[in-house]
């Protein structure tokens, strides 16, 4: 016993607490120790656990051991839907939605997000507006709604709910791209150009912890190009500006 006990602290304290979970699962399976443990190793924030391998395996059985656990499946969807399996997604986060009873109001954010950016924007944009009839001022609900907005060419209603958004949170630089991009389509060249100017200026505060909380079931090492992603969106939609601009000018 002494000898497996050093054995053990050998391990730095996130691997035994790792192993202490797998012990405890293989002891006792259940669906709810299989959400449990495989949220937490699917949450970003968590960066010293963090591990997707570990959540699949977790996520897998639990749905294995209880269909019905709308949890397990509302997570197993986030994971599948982030390795592009749209179709796997889609079915599992129905079961999370089914009787239009969920477990939590997220699920509908979540099918929201599959039916998205699987080009189902009609069935997306009913999902996004059903979750923020619970969470009215969630920007990222709101950013993520005007995207799909902009996908489906109404730039109209993209512009009023990014708008909606910036009341809240004016310094967004999310809320301010995508309200930008309905205001260059609508022909509102200046007041887009307002809005780059005050989303690059934004994005200098943006930390990685931010992205993470944006972004909660991403791989917390891939921050940096989140943002950066980010950065380069605002810069390229601010060069088509100029030249518009510009073309204006010479004219």
Wanted: proline content about 5%; aromatic content about 12%.
């Amino acid at each position: 016993i002494l000898a497996a006990s050093s054995y053990l602290y050998s391990y730095p304290p996130q691997s035994l607490f790792a192993i202490g979970n797998l012990i405890s699962f293989a002891v006792q399976p259940t669906a709810e120790k299989g959400y449990e443990y495989g949220s937490l190793h699917f949450d970003a924030r968590n960066t010293e656990i963090y591990d997707i391998a570990r959540a699949r395996y977790y996520f897998t059985r639990a749905v294995e051991i209880d269909p019905s656990h709308r949890n397990a499946q509302h997570q197993y969807a986030r994971m599948l839907f982030l390795e592009g399996d749209f179709k796997g997604a889609l079915e599992h986060i129905n079961i999370a939605l089914a009787d239009d009873r969920p477990s939590s109001p997220s699920s509908y954010y979540i099918r929201g997000l599959i039916e998205g950016f699987a080009g189902n924007y009609s069935a997306s944009i009913v999902d996004y507006e059903r979750y923020l009839e619970n969470d009215p001022t969630n920007w990222a609900a709101l950013n993520d709604l005007a995207w799909v907005l902009l996908k489906d060419r109404q730039y109209e209603k993209a512009e009023l709910i990014t708008s909606r958004g910036l009341e809240h949170f004016p310094d967004n630089p999310w809320l301010r791209n995508s309200r930008a991009i309905a205001r260059y389509e609508l022909g509102n060249v200046i007041l887009a150009h307002d809005d780059l100017r005050e989303a690059r200026a934004a994005i200098e505060t943006i930390t990685t912890e931010d992205w993470l909380r944006a972004y909660p079931g991403n791989d917390p090492n891939i921050a940096p190009q989140g943002l950066d992603a980010l950065k380069k969106s605002i810069q390229e939609n601010e060069e088509r500006v100029r030249v518009n601009l510009a073309s204006k000018r010479d004219a």
